[in-house]
């Protein structure tokens, strides 16, 4: 069952995605909200994630495929809300908040 997020000022929403254009589109849209934005490295495997994901405080992360599959193995362990976009270069993730239905 999908449910919604709202993201609201001072939240802090972590980003792990290729640096694809909606990229900037989401940095622009995270700084009007008034969020504060926490870049992941899209090279870090799973334990680097955890790590700066529990020093960020991040509870939101945006993620393409591939960093889905890596950080699907914390989303209980951290409370983790994962709003997932498809990597058009890897395969189709299931198991997070699609950004188009």
Avoid: C
């Avoid at 950080?71 to 994962?82: A, E, F």
């Amino acid at each position: 069952m999908q449910r919604d997020l709202n993201v609201t000022k001072g939240d802090s929403v972590a980003i792990a995605i290729l640096i694809y254009p909606y990229f900037f589109i989401l940095k622009m849209t995270m700084t009007l909200i008034g969020a504060t934005s926490v870049f992941l490295n899209t090279w870090w495997p799973t334990e680097e994630l955890k790590y700066a994901l529990s020093v960020s405080g991040g509870k939101i992360v945006y993620a393409d495929g591939p960093r889905v599959a890596r950080l699907k193995p914390l989303q209980s362990s951290l409370g983790l809300d994962i709003i997932g976009d498809h990597d058009p270069t890897s395969d189709f993730v299931h198991g997070y908040f699609p950004i188009i239905n």
